[in-house]
């Protein structure tokens, strides 16, 4: 098969989004590897002392406190659930810690501190609930 200009550029392309992190967000630090487990153990790694809110089969959620910030802690049994729960939940804005069957929801800078601990995926909840807010664009980062 012949290479082509664009199939050259294409690869090009596909090889500095590589090497460049891929969506790394150009200063952005680097988080560690994604935390999993129970909230039990997802809270001691945040250094919290959960306050259970809801302990259902399908999800398990907490308040956590950290001096002045606050945040939720919530894990559900099935990706189906969790990803179920944040379609529901991002349509009141606000700011998610994503992990696999993990999620945190905060604001921006307790969620993004969280990140440097238990790793994961920010996201950001509807643009309309985040008024003001510097990415309220209803994405995610990471």
């Known amino acids: 098969m012949r290479v082509t200009r664009p199939m050259r ?3 090009g392309a596909v090889a500095v989004l590589a090497l460049a992190g891929c969506g790394s967000g150009g200063g952005e630090e680097q988080a560690p590897p994604t935390a999993t487990g129970s909230l039990e153990h997802l809270a001691a790694e945040a250094k919290c002392e959960p306050d259970m809110q809801t302990d259902a089969d399908t999800i398990r959620q907490a308040l956590c406190a950290k001096g002045d910030e ?3 802690l919530a894990t559900f049994a099935t990706d189906r659930g969790q990803r179920e729960w944040l379609n529901t939940a991002k349509d009141y804005g606000g700011y ?3 992990g696999r069957k993990w999620v945190a929801v905060g604001e921006e800078g307790t969620v993004t501190a969280l990140r440097g601990v ?3 995926t920010m996201e950001e909840g509807s643009e309309h609930m985040n008024p003001g807010g510097s990415h309220n664009r209803g994405g995610h980062h990471g």
């Open 9 to 11: 550029a294409l690869t």
């Open 70 to 72: 606050k945040y939720v």
């Open 96 to 98: 998610y810690l994503v």
């Open 118 to 120: 238990l790793g994961g």
